[in-house]
């Protein structure tokens, strides 16, 4: 079998899978107690005008009808409109998603970048002081909760010293002609440092150590003695074979990375009321918005699956050995 | 002309208890020349092959002793310098040759890897050279695209064997090169290294544990038993003049190549504990011949009827050399 039809499989495979979460969160939704639109209906509102806003938001039709138009919605992005501002659901994701996407992007980006080559350079220093403390510093960045740092970082760096701000995207009252242009201003980027930062330290830990424990493996592998013998230099031998090597479990756990970011935006975006989907669901479920938290939640999910699937090329790219099939 | 001379050669170790692996190792190699270094499982020919590679690994030390190479002391240089003559000037067919292509790089790759690390070479002009030495060992040039997965064991061998000769190097160290190999391909690589060491007159340590592989391949021999020298010399001499228990034990343990076939008569018991330091020979627990003093004083290294033999020979070895024959001797030890 032939990576196009590898690609292929896969393909129908998460569309099944992302139709199957968004059943499971249709009635998962539907099971959750307390009336979706008692924010919406006051007090004031006689029957007849109670049962004409149900009717608004479709919620009057039987439950196999919302199912089908549900799952239409899934295709149309037509997720309805947002029980608690009225907006059109798909506008307000529109405009969040970019905002997760370029926040979770640059910390996981980050994470890599910092825990991989410092997994090597533990494995490289086995037996040391300076493995064990390393060890030890991955191993409490990975227990430091993401709220604590966060709130640490803000109280030093924004309280303290002054050198960052405290949270949101950008400056109250400035406008940006468009997403890129706002996301290449050198004043999203002074609010970008500080949460990224803030994930990146909780996140480099799960690269760090599977990079550690899969180096040591590797290291006793025979082709690692064997480049030693061609004369290879140290380093060479670490960074061309033992680390490349090495990598190739790190890719698969890309993919649960992905995960946790997605779960960690949900922390972060609130820490640094950044306007991201993670914040987006969590007010809309606290504000039983249901459009507005299955679409977040669809959102996500989709994320993840798409991560899985990128992580499951990238692997392929990277070991020879795997054929697809 | 000498290209390789060892003088008591002593390898340690480090660990709980310290393991001396080698124990005052002496041979010497000539130019052009094939040594044989035969001995069971685990009596240290890979720590010897190693100290000389300068390829130890990080726990070994060379505790005595001197390596000469082409007349110059390389027992202690640095890595560094260590580095430099490695694969240019020596080159080594590791024990585990098999697994010591690295999965994810080319053939190709792997071959200009080393040569370029040498030397100043063109990525065409490797290119070329790695598909010359493909050729060389009996591939499709055309191989050296393919992955290592992509190749049978045998191919495998022959790649490492390719890449041994990549520098065309003065010494080769073939350290059981074909172990993990059917009988039918262990005969083939075999006569293949054996046929291009003649073309190419670079000098062999072929370390094996097959006596037999000596007698075919090599023009000098060293036997070893629990780290230590026990017999050395000319090949010939050995095959026909052999005085070692030890020795004579492992002629009969392999069907001798020319000739008739004989029954194979394993030695009973096991090498010993070297982590534990010498008293006596160390093969006299297990020598149909030994006499008290083999239990309690070292025998030194003797020049007997032009070899050296290390034996406190406590029946006279003509007689050690009759009933070593007989496979009664051997089995007989079974039942103490
Ligand atoms: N890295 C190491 N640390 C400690 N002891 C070791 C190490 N490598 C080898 N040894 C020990 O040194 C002794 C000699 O090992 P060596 O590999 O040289 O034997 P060998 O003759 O090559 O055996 P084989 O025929 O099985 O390859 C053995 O007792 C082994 O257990
Ligand atoms: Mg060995």
């Not at chain 2, 001197?66 to 080594?92: K, V």
Request: contains cysteine.
């Amino acid at each position: 079998m032939g990576l196009k039809e590898f690609v292929t499989r896969r393909i129908i495979q998460i569309v099944v899978l992302y139709f199957a979460i968004a059943t499971m969160l249709f009635f998962l939704f539907r099971a959750a107690p307390g009336d979706p639109l008692a924010a919406y209906i006051g007090t004031g509102f006689t029957e007849e005008q109670a049962a004409q806003i149900r009717a608004t938001f479709g919620l009057d039709q039987p439950l196999h009808v919302q199912y089908w138009k549900y799952m239409t919605s899934l295709v149309t992005f037509n997720f309805g409109l947002s029980y608690i501002t009225g907006d059109p659901v798909w506008g307000i994701i529109q405009d969040r998603i970019w905002n997760t996407l370029v926040l979770m992007g640059t910390s996981v980006v980050l994470a890599y970048l910092i825990g991989v080559p410092f997994g090597a350079y533990l494995a490289w220093n086995r037996g040391t002081k300076r493995e064990r403390f390393g060890v030890v510093f991955a191993l409490i960045s990975r227990s430091a909760p993401v709220f604590w740092t966060g709130l640490l970082g803000i109280w030093i760096f924004s309280f303290k010293l002054g050198w960052l701000p405290a949270g949101s995207m950008s400056q109250p009252g400035v406008t940006y002609s468009s997403k890129l242009a706002q996301f290449t201003s050198p004043s999203f980027l002074r609010h970008l440092i500080l949460p990224a930062l803030v994930q990146a330290f909780y996140f480099y830990s799960l690269p760090a150590l599977l990079m550690r424990n899969s180096m040591l493996e590797v290291m006793n592998e025979d082709f690692v003695d064997f480049a030693e013998l061609k004369g290879i230099s140290d380093f060479a031998v670490m960074l061309k074979h033992a680390a490349r090597n090495a990598l190739l479990p790190i890719v698969t756990a890309f993919a649960v990375a992905a995960g946790f970011a997605v779960g960690g935006s949900v922390v972060l975006e609130t820490v640094f009321a950044w306007p991201g989907l993670g914040r987006e669901m969590v007010r809309a479920v606290i504000a039983n918005d249901y459009p507005v938290a299955q679409a977040t939640f669809l959102i996500l999910a989709g994320l993840v699956l798409i991560a899985n699937f990128l992580a499951d090329l990238a692997y392929g790219y990277l070991d020879p050995r795997i054929t697809y099939d | 002309m000498t290209l390789l001379e060892v003088n008591d050669l002593h390898v340690t170790y480090a660990g709980d208890p310290d393991v001396e692996a080698v124990r005052g190792v002496s041979f010497t190699l000539e130019e052009g020349e094939t040594l044989g270094i035969v001995g069971e499982s685990g009596c240290g020919k890979t720590t010897l092959a190693q100290a000389i590679m300068g390829a130890l690994p990080d726990n070994g030390r060379i505790t005595g002793g001197e390596i000469i190479f082409d007349g110059q002391d390389i027992t202690h240089l640095s890595n560094r310098e260590r580095r430099e003559i490695r694969w240019e000037r020596m080159s080594m067919i590791s024990q585990s040759a098999m697994n010591s292509l690295d999965p994810v790089y080319r053939v190709k790759d792997q071959i200009k890897e080393a040569i370029q690390e040498h030397r100043d070479v063109s990525d065409a002009k490797s290119y070329e050279r790695a598909r010359e030495l493909m050729e060389l060992v009996g591939l499709d040039p055309d191989r050296v695209e393919d992955y290592p997965h992509q190749l049978s064991g045998g191919m495998r061998q022959r790649v490492i064997i390719a890449m041994s000769l990549a520098l065309d190097p003065d010494l080769i160290i073939a350290d059981e090169p074909t172990t993990a190999l059917d009988v039918i391909i262990q005969e083939q690589i075999l006569y293949r290294i054996k046929e291009l060491q003649r073309e190419l007159g670079n000098s062999m340590v072929m370390v094996t544990h097959d006596i037999s592989v000596v007698a075919e391949t090599c023009d000098s021999m060293v036997v070893m038993y629990g780290g230590e020298l026990m017999e050395s010399g000319n090949v010939d001499e050995i095959f026909n003049n052999a005085h070692h228990p030890y020795t004579l034990g492992l002629q009969n343990a392999f069907p001798s190549v020319e000739g008739e076939k004989r029954d194979l008569t394993s030695i009973p018991g096991s090498p010993p504990d070297l982590s534990e330091p010498l008293e006596g020979c160390p093969f006299a627990s297990r020598c149909p011949f030994a006499a008290p003093e083999c239990e309690e004083t070292v025998p030194v290294q003797e020049p007997v009827d032009g070899h050296r033999v290390r034996c406190h020979e406590p029946v006279p070895f003509e007689q050690i050399r009759d009933r070593s024959g007989e496979d009664e001797t051997w089995l007989s030890q079974n039942k103490v």
